[in-house]
């Protein structure tokens, strides 16, 4: 089973920076695609950033320039460095990664807290 665990995360001034890195148990190939979700309080989770494996990545409008998404392959971890943090960014981030098993399956890792906040 291909576990995701996310890192980074944690309290940040508006403003701020922070890099939160999704660590593939497995091979990172598993995936046709991974990326970044969030939920905020109250929220419902959104997609915030996503990266295929051709290296093509897509964001939400509310982090465009602001947050990029990467990959290593050869460190089978994703990244996500976000910029100019603001309070709306605020959530809890889960690393996703999809496969296809004769269907799409999603796999999730455990979340990690970002707080903006002065």
């Known amino acids: 089973q291909v576990q995701l665990v996310e890192s980074g995360g944690g309290s940040v001034q508006p403003g701020g920076s922070l890099r939160l890195s999704c660590a593939v148990s497995?091979?990172?190939?598993?995936?046709?695609?991974m990326g970044w979700y969030r939920q905020g309080p109250g929220k419902e989770r959104a997609m915030v950033a996503t990266?295929?494996?051709?290296?093509?990545?897509n964001y939400a409008d509310s982090v465009k320039g602001r947050f990029t998404i990467s990959r290593d392959t050869a460190k089978n971890t994703i990244y996500l460095q976000m910029t100019n943090l603001k309070p709306e960014d605020t959530a809890v981030y889960y690393c996703?990664?999809?496969?296809?098993?004769?269907?799409?399956?999603?796999?999730w890792g455990q979340g990690t807290q970002v707080t903006v906040s002065s």
């Open positions: 996703n990664g999809r496969e296809w098993t004769g269907g799409e399956t999603d796999h």
């Open positions: 497995g091979s990172i190939e598993t995936f046709y695609r």
């Open positions: 990266i295929t494996r051709a290296g093509f990545g």
